[in-house]
């Protein structure tokens, strides 16, 4: 008998002790600083990962204290870190002692080269259709150089330049000009000497509406393209020969209400070739009563129209009694994959419309099980704060377009910056390392495959408990 109590006692103590452990994740620590006294009063910025040279290389830009004036409103520049956590001195690229229409245009048009060199498109100082735009080139020595590139013209605004692939580097931009619909068209081109010549063909042409941002991917067979045009209604296109043709667009309308607007999309792919955007919508049914909320939508790998939206937090804006449009210039967001499997959304978590009594902060959201999310798919997601410093989250250059804001990973280093517009104007910069939930598929709602060990302590379990429950003559004798 005592030894049918210490078998008894033995397993129980077997089967709580070598429970598996669930991979949950931990909630990510950022530590967020200003990127220095010299930094202050910015616009926006972007962020690349430069495989070559093993560095996060920050390009962003800035407006005078009076803008527009002779004293020169438009000062661009450029930073590198090896983790985010410092940046190393800043690179003067450009000072434009004009009017320059290039906000946020600057900084979403970086990118990176075969060779590991910076390359970056930036509008003219001048809206004329006739205008070349400006070309820019870190080269080996550090130093960049300036140019207008053949085949684009400064109507071309609002695009994505995509890393060399094969020494080609692809751009796709909307057209600017509204009053003739047959001129509301997205463009793509392809450059294969590093910006000076470019290719570009028409994507889609006689829109209904002005189209307000392009953003370009890099898929398995080709390229996909998403846009958003005046109406709130997003639209994604692929080619799969290298541009030269596309498909017809597949229209997505981001609300049914009355009162919509979008003013800021970001897109990323995943190792599965899933196509994820991030944007921030105001809506409500009708202009004197305004909802913000932060959304996620993927277009599935092979798929022939868009996916559920994800409504991830509907609390980005609180007290906000009717639309305004400097409510539009605060939607920004920047958006990841970590690993290749799980998205990652940095945002701006607005606070009061009155007077902006209430800043807000920084925030992000990880798409996997977790806490913090206050949308309606909420528990789909980990959300939390980057940078509680308070942040007025409006672009200082009175644009009505949102101050850009930066975000690049490598491996689990999740880097991101942005502009903190209060009365000193600091750029500030954030990172983390995030550790996954490797049970959780990616955590777009929990699940996954379990490892092979709960497989075999299901069954080990099963088995003991049948064994102690089935009371045969040789267990009696014990």
């Given at each position: 008998m005592q030894h049918k109590k210490i078998?008894?006692?033995?397993?129980?103590?077997?089967?709580?002790?070598?429970?598996?452990?669930?991979?949950?994740?931990?909630?990510?620590?950022?530590t967020a600083y200003d990127a220095g006294s010299d930094y202050s009063n910015p616009e926006g910025v972007q962020i690349r990962y430069n495989s070559t040279t093993n560095e996060f290389g920050l390009l962003y830009f800035q407006?005078?204290?009076?803008?527009?004036?002779?004293?020169g409103d438009f000062?661009?520049?450029?930073?590198?870190?090896?983790?985010?956590?410092?940046?190393?001195?800043?690179?003067?690229?450009?000072?434009?002692?004009?009017?320059?229409?290039?906000?946020?245009?600057?900084v979403v048009n970086l990118a990176v080269s075969e060779g590991g060199q910076y390359v970056y498109l930036r509008p003219s100082t001048t809206r004329s259709v006739s205008d070349g735009t400006y070309y820019g080139q870190r080269l080996s020595d550090a130093t960049w150089v300036n140019y207008s590139p053949v085949g684009l013209?400064?109507?071309?605004?609002?695009?994505?330049?995509?890393?060399?692939?094969?020494?080609?580097f692809a751009f796709a931009t909307a057209y600017q000009h509204d009053s003739i619909p047959a001129n509301r068209k997205i463009i793509f081109a392809t450059t294969a000497d590093n910006g000076i010549n470019f290719s570009p063909t028409v994507v889609a042409t006689d829109l209904t509406t002005q189209?307000?941002?392009?953003?370009?991917?890099?898929?398995?067979?080709?390229?996909?393209?998403?846009?958003?045009?005046?109406?709130?209604?997003?639209h994604i296109t692929f080619s799969t020969d290298g541009g030269a043709?596309?498909?017809?667009?597949?229209?997505?309308?981001?609300?049914?209400?009355?009162?919509?607007?979008?003013?800021?999309?970001?897109?990323?792919?995943?190792?599965?070739?899933?196509?994820?955007?991030?944007?921030?919508?105001?809506?409500?049914?009708?202009?004197?009563?305004?909802?913000?909320?932060?959304?996620l939508l993927q277009f599935s790998s092979g798929a022939t129209d868009w996916g559920t939206d994800e409504t991830v937090d509907n609390e980005v804006a609180t007290g906000v009694p009717a639309f305004d449009p400097s409510w539009m210039t605060a939607q920004s967001n920047a958006l990841g994959i970590i690993n290749g499997t799980t998205p990652i959304i940095a945002y701006y978590k607005l606070g009061s419309a009155v007077a902006f009594s209430a800043p807000g902060y920084i925030a992000y959201a990880l798409r996997e099980t977790g806490?913090?999310?206050?949308?309606?798919?909420?528990?789909?997601?980990?959300?939390g704060v980057i940078d509680s410093l308070p942040n007025e989250t409006f672009n200082g250059f009175d644009s009505g377009s949102p101050a850009p804001m930066g975000l690049a990973i490598h491996g689990s280093r999740v880097v991101v910056a942005y502009p903190e517009n209060t009365d000193t104007y600091r750029f500030r910069v954030a990172y983390t390392n995030v550790a996954l939930d490797s049970t959780g598929g990616g955590g777009g709602g929990g699940g996954g495959i379990p490892e092979f060990s709960t497989y075999a302590y299901i069954t080990t379990l099963l088995v003991g408990i049948l064994f102690i429950s089935k009371k045969t003559a040789v267990w009696k004798e014990m």
């Open positions: 078998a008894k006692f033995f397993f129980i103590f077997c089967c709580v002790f070598f429970i598996p452990s669930t991979a949950n994740a931990i909630a990510p620590t950022w407006n005078g204290s009076t803008c527009c004036s002779a004293e000062r661009l520049y450029f930073s590198t870190s090896t983790d985010g956590s410092t940046l190393g001195p800043r690179t003067t690229i450009e000072h434009v002692s004009t009017n320059v229409w290039a906000q946020e245009e600057s013209s400064n109507a071309f605004t609002r695009g994505t330049l995509l890393d060399s692939s094969s020494g080609i189209p307000q941002q392009v953003t370009l991917v890099k898929t398995a067979s080709g390229y996909g393209i998403v846009w958003l045009d005046a109406d709130a209604i997003l043709t596309w498909s017809a667009p597949i229209d997505r309308p981001t609300s049914t209400e009355v009162m919509k607007a979008v003013s800021h999309i970001s897109t990323a792919i995943d190792a599965s070739n899933n196509i994820w955007v991030a944007y921030t919508l105001l809506s409500g049914p009708d202009m004197s009563s305004i909802t913000a909320t932060l959304h806490t913090g999310c206050t949308g309606a798919d909420g528990a789909n997601f980990r959300c």
